[in-house]
């Protein structure tokens, strides 16, 4: 089980950009698929961005696709997930979840592999 820290998060008017970042504590995610999920209040967490273990396939949300990228630096330490054009309704808490070996389909429906992080929180003003 690896633990993840989620930063990044802050208050942005409507149209514009954050970077997301996702690290694991004290290891590298090499092995490791990385997802996005966020939780608005009084609404269930959904799925936002996956990317498999082998950094070479991504999976997203239709709500999402054409504005957010996710993306892993070369040191695979790192999972970042750049959001743009950024809409009111993408106003939630983010987290990331890992999850080793798995592909970045799987990733969106399984979540976490143990329990999830504390989260960064994205506000978007109209």
């Known amino acids: 089980q690896v633990q993840v820290v989620e930063s990044g998060g802050g208050l942005v008017q409507a149209g514009g950009s954050l970077r997301l970042s996702c690290a694991a504590s004290?290891?590298?995610?090499?092995?490791?698929?990385v997802g996005w999920f966020r939780q608005a209040p009084g609404k269930e967490r959904e799925f936002v961005a996956a990317?498999?273990?082998?950094?070479?396939?991504?999976h997203y949300a239709d709500s999402v696709k054409g504005r957010i990228t996710i993306s892993r630096d070369n040191a695979k330490t790192t999972v970042f997930l750049q959001m743009n054009s950024l809409k009111p309704e993408d106003a939630a808490v983010y987290y990331c979840?890992?999850?080793?070996?798995?592909?970045?389909?799987?990733?969106?429906?399984?979540?976490?592999?143990?329990?999830w992080g504390q989260g960064t929180q994205v506000t978007v003003s109209s």
């Open positions: 004290g290891r590298t995610l090499s092995s490791y698929a």
């Open positions: 990317l498999s273990w082998s950094g070479s396939s991504t």
């Open positions: 979840a890992a999850r080793p070996f798995t592909s970045a389909q799987a990733m969106a429906v399984m979540g976490p592999f143990g329990s």
